[in-house]
């Protein structure tokens, strides 16, 4: 049986990925924070209990920031696989702690990777990077296009990317980069701009808020599904060698065009219950992210099934179903229409 070890693994992909590898009949491990309050919600319908002989998914304490801990987890637990995904991955916020975004995003990485190199060459590891490493890069963007990081998270990302790849050529290990453009779902956290339109308007239809505000609405990304995304993650690391792969759609819609499908797809228009404030833009802004994922195609068999219209109604039904409201239905027929094993709903 493969072990596997997940950092960020009560995150929306972590979770995702737990989900997958469990069904793929790995032993999974993911390390947690320690904190005042449970943040294991994505996970608790996976989670076993560890002292039970059966279980298969085992949390341990630990935080990106300890050398010495992430070092002792994983000589303790010996994994196959590394799926680093464990950030603080919030671009707004990197501007307003960006020492923290940079010791937990950046020299997390390198803690990881020298505790891989210490204890055994052979552990395959991925390293989840950004499509915001692109940054003001002119789209689309591949694994060739230039780097132009425009905030703390992204440099933070585009300096683990750089230590991957160095310590991949220096020290011959099997370490990937995964550079990933945007992906929902509804497990996406509830301050992404995303969910916090899915949420808005549920919160809205409940009476609970009057309106949703917005920063910048021009603001254009590759918006994919999560759960296929991680699937990516995965092949990435079966593939024959390590390598550097970009996941997307390669389609690109603005922040207004997702309000506007959202809002449309309940009835309302969104001009009736939008506003601007201008504490939601950033010091610098990345306009246009497009990913040409053709790479991930050819080597990895990997493409996109869920469109952006697709992905609006799946978020939307979600969150309209948590506040007790009627849903439409249409995300849980695309669902079903193109997806038979849906390991990530436990089916």
Not at 88 to 116: C, K, M, W
Request: glycine share 8%.
């Amino acid at each position: 049986m493969k072990k596997a070890l997940i950092t960020g693994i009560t995150g929306q992909d972590g979770s995702y990925l737990a989900e997958l590898l469990l069904h793929k009949g790995y032993e999974v491990h993911g390390i947690i924070r320690r904190a005042s309050t449970f943040n294991t919600g994505r996970i608790d319908n996976i989670y076993s209990d560890p002292h039970d002989a059966g279980a298969r998914l085992f949390l341990h304490y630990g935080d990106l920031s300890d050398c010495e801990q992430i070092s002792n987890i994983i000589y303790n637990i010996c994994p196959d696989e590394i799926y680093h995904l464990g950030a603080q991955s919030h671009v707004r916020v990197s501007f307003d702690i960006p020492e923290y975004t940079s010791n937990v995003t950046g020299l997390g990485t390198t803690r990881l990777l020298e505790a891989l190199r210490r204890k055994d060459s052979k552990i395959k590891f991925y390293q989840a990077s950004s499509s915001e490493m692109f940054g003001a890069a002119k789209p689309p963007q591949n694994e060739n296009t230039e780097f132009v990081p425009r905030s703390p998270y992204a440099c933070a990302k585009l300096y683990s990317y750089w230590m991957v790849k160095n310590y991949r050529e220096g020290y011959n290990l099997f370490a990937s980069n995964g550079i990933l453009f945007n992906h929902e779902s509804p497990r996406r956290g509830e301050t992404f701009v995303t969910r916090k339109v899915t949420r808005g308007i549920a919160s809205i239809l409940s009476g609970k808020e009057k309106y949703l505000y917005m920063g910048n609405l021009d603001a254009r990304r590759d918006w994919g599904f999560a759960p296929e995304y991680v699937e990516a993650m995965w092949r990435i690391l079966q593939n024959d060698k390590p390598d550097d792969f970009v996941i997307a759609t390669g389609e690109t819609h603005s922040v207004k065009e997702f309000l506007e499908e959202a809002f449309s797809y309940v009835g309302k228009h969104m001009n009736d219950f939008v506003k601007i404030d201008s504490k939601y833009f950033r010091p610098t802004e990345v306009e246009v992210l497009i990913g040409d994922a053709s790479k991930s195609d050819k080597e990895l068999g990997w493409k996109p099934k869920v469109t952006f219209s697709d992905l609006v109604r799946i978020m939307v039904d979600a969150d309209m179903r948590a506040a007790g409201l009627e849903v439409a239905g249409e995300g849980d027929e695309i669902l079903a229409k193109k997806f038979s094993d849906k390991w990530w709903r436990g089916d």
